[in-house]
Nanobody, 124 residues
Framework: QVQLVESGGGLVQAGGSLRLSCAAS????????MGWYRQAPGKQRELVAT????????NYGDFAKGRFTISRDNAKNTVYLQMNSLKPEDTAVYYC?????????????????WGQGTQVTVSS
């Protein structure tokens, strides 16, 4: 079983910065990709940024380009999201996601897991 633990959310004024962290743990053989998504009240969950672990390929939502940066620490199975120039419309619950391969009762299996979410609130 694989678990994700997120941290770093909070309240910040517009124009400020926050850094989110997400650590994956458990019966992991290989993490293939990790990423961040967000969901604001009344809206669908949307992509913030993803990162492939081996190829270091990144993908950003349009709103995140130029302001947010995703990075990783492979040794710790941890991904970070540095968010700068935050705007009130960035207010949302931010969820971490990880996909990869791990051990389970049934043997070696792929996993696709989500964290519990961390609240980011940007005041105007």
């Amino acid at each position: 079983q694989v678990q994700l633990v997120e941290s770093g959310g909070g309240l910040v004024q517009a124009g400020g910065s926050l850094r989110l962290s997400c650590a994956a743990s458990g019966n992991i053989i290989r993490v293939n990709a990790m990423g961040w998504y967000r969901q604001a009240p009344g809206k669908q969950r949307e992509l913030v940024a993803t990162l492939t672990i081996r190829g270091n390929t990144t993908n950003y939502g349009d709103f995140a380009k130029g302001r947010f940066t995703i990075s990783r620490d492979n040794a710790k199975n941890t991904v970070y999201l540095q968010m700068n120039s935050l705007k009130p419309e960035d207010t949302a619950v931010y969820y971490c996601n990880a996909v990869g391969v791990g051990y389970s009762r049934g043997g070696i299996q792929q996993f696709d897991v989500w964290g519990q979410g961390t609240q980011v609130t940007v005041s105007s």
